[in-house]
């Protein structure tokens, strides 16, 4: 964590796409910025099927749930929170029709204890070919 500027990079999370931070905390708040479900140092995304010309043909969205949700605690252990420090969470979602039942099933379980206020929304496109992104909130 950059303390003078209260910015945390994670060296662990994946590759912001462009220049932002993982998080940035504000007092005893911190911001996390999109998190999906790639891999760090991974060209492949989990969950997410490609044709030749780069166009998603399938995605996963379980296996893509549980790596988003390994990727946000990992930006939360790394900036000195933890998971039940999330107070906020707001959920994009590229098929809200086909993934949210799913999606939903797998939140119950990582959200048994802790139960942050929740937003779910359907967008057409994420920057990179992936199904979810997560937007969150901790109080540290």
Same mark, same amino acid.
């Given at each position: ?8 990079? @994670? ?30 140092? @991974? ?23 549980? @790596?988003?949700?390994?990727?946000v605690r990992t930006i939360l252990e790394d900036a000195g ?35 942050p206020c929740r937003t779910t929304v359907e967008i057409n ?16």
């Open positions: 964590m950059n303390s003078e500027n209260n910015i945390i990079e @994670s060296g662990a999370a994946p590759e912001p796409v462009g220049r932002y931070p993982h998080a940035r905390r504000v007092g005893n708040l911190l911001f996390l910025s999109g998190v999906g479900p790639r891999e760090r140092n @991974s060209r492949t995304i989990p969950g997410v099927t490609l044709d030749e010309q780069g166009n998603v043909i399938g995605h996963d969205i379980e296996a893509q749930c549980h @790596s988003v949700f390994r990727n929170a933890g998971w039940n420090d999330l107070v906020d969470v707001t959920v994009f979602l590229t098929d809200m029709k086909r993934d949210f039942p799913t999606f939903n099933r797998i939140y119950a379980e990582y959200f048994n204890e802790n139960q496109a994420l920057p990179t070919p992936i199904a979810i992104e997560l937007k969150c909130i901790a109080v540290i």
